[in-house]
């Protein structure tokens, strides 16, 4: 029990919905690749920064965009595009702006531009609501944000608070909503001129594909992944094409990861249909970019690395399986990785389904202090199931042990 429920349902699951609130428009991480914990040396994909971009081409507007990680999730860049100077930006918190509205300023600002900033505003405090933890107020605002949104005909404000709301929805199980919510706003960028290949579009389709495997649409989910991974591969060939200033070294990246995150996205959907092979064939592609792209230490890498082993341990390869998460082991005790009581559980599940239960007991046991230091409670509930697994098996080889006196001989 306790090698198939894997660091994905210690990790995964829980964390990715705490990245969807915190990031935004983005979701899974490619951190995120991360559908693992938020860390600083994460770098997210997101389809704000896409959003961004197009902002920052346009003459005459005003854009915002969310900037930095969860921990400083009240940061945001106010850009503005003059005829004398080009962009000018300056960073904006919250109090800041409660101050400028409550003193007031003197320069002669639009209704549209007044609009914008009290949009702003809302989604900054939907945000700081996630952070605290309450959902309901981040929705409120939210729902006033994106009605201002529409009242002032703001396309870039109502894809980004409708791709917020989406990701709320998401996290709080109402997956109905979140996939009507998540096509809302594919719908306003592509009527916008968005190209169906772009990262952002791409991206909220894998959303969709992953709230369809969770609710067993299986037609739906797998025309969605194959449209994913179809998608970035064709478009990273056509980068391979281009000459090389044509294409940023950003866009490259965020290309090759989005097609990892999507093929680690298949793979774990196919795992959980038991077709093996193909999940095994997507992790290992999966595996390679985020060591080519994240490096061989970076955690998702070892997250991935974990996931392989426990495919290769489900098709009885268990000494490739343990050679993998042992792998992922010792460089997650190399570089401190916060989550290395899951790498030891999942090392301890394929150990004992080797047979080695005395070196299997002591991984879980350090497994199980770290999990308890970490306050890990899920992981500390399937550890001790992967231990009640264990000494169920021990009993067993004993029976059989004394049944059959042969046997021992």
């Not at 960073?91 to 009290?118: H, P, Y």
């Not at 495997?213 to 094409?241: D, R, V």
């Not at 890990?376 to 264990?390: H, I, T, W």
Request: proline share 2%; net charge negative.
């Amino acid at each position: 029990m306790a090698l198939p429920a894997s660091c994905r349902l210690f990790l995964t699951q829980r964390v990715c919905g705490r990245e969807l609130l915190c990031e935004g428009a983005r979701r899974f991480s490619v951190s995120s690749w991360s559908p693992c914990r938020a860390h600083a040396s994460h770098r997210p994909l997101s389809v704000v920064s896409q959003l961004s971009q197009q902002l920052s081409a346009s003459q005459g507007r005003r854009s915002f965009r969310f900037c930095g990680n969860a921990g400083n999730a009240m940061c945001w860049t106010e850009q503005s595009r003059t005829g004398r100077s080009g962009y000018q930006q300056r960073g904006v918190a919250l109090w800041s702006a409660l101050a400028f509205s409550i003193f007031g300023s003197t320069d002669e600002r639009t209704e549209a531009q007044k609009t914008e900033d009290e949009i702003i505003l809302l989604l900054k405090k939907a945000k700081y609501s996630m952070m605290l933890g309450e959902l309901d107020a981040a929705n409120v605002f939210l729902h006033k944000a994106v009605r201002l949104a529409h009242q002032s005909h703001n396309n870039d404000a109502i894809i980004y608070t409708y791709s917020l709301m989406a990701n709320l929805a998401f996290v709080q199980g109402q997956l109905d909503n979140a996939e009507k919510l998540f096509k809302a706003a594919m719908s306003f960028m592509l009527s916008g001129g968005t190209p169906q290949d772009d990262n952002a579009v791409i991206e909220m389709s894998l959303k969709l594909a992953s709230i369809y495997a969770t609710q067993n649409k299986n037609e739906l989910a797998e025309h969605g992944f194959q449209f994913c991974t179809e998608s970035l591969e064709a478009k990273i060939e056509k980068h391979k094409e281009l000459p090389p200033d044509t294409v940023s070294e950003e866009e490259r990246k965020d290309t090759r990861l989005l097609l990892g995150l999507s093929l680690d996205s298949r793979a774990r959907y196919l795992a959980a249909s038991h077709r093996l092979s193909g999940a095994c064939r997507d992790y290992r592609h999966a595996l390679q970019i985020c060591q080519e792209e994240q490096g061989e230490s970076h955690p998702q890498t070892l997250v991935l690395m974990s996931d392989l082993a426990t495919v290769l341990d489900l098709q009885g390869k268990h000494d490739e399986a343990l050679a993998q998460v042992k792998k992922a082991v010792e460089l997650g005790q190399a570089a401190g990785h916060p989550d290395l009581h899951v790498l030891l559980g999942n090392m301890a599940g394929i150990l004992m389904h080797k047979g080695e239960f005395e070196e299997s007991i002591k991984l879980y046991e350090e497994a199980l202090t770290l999990a308890r230091t970490a306050g890990d409670m899920e992981a500390v509930e399937q550890l001790e199931e992967g231990l009640k697994e264990l000494n169920r098996r021990k009993e067993e080889q004993n029976r059989s042990t004394t049944d059959d006196p042969a046997a021992e001989e």
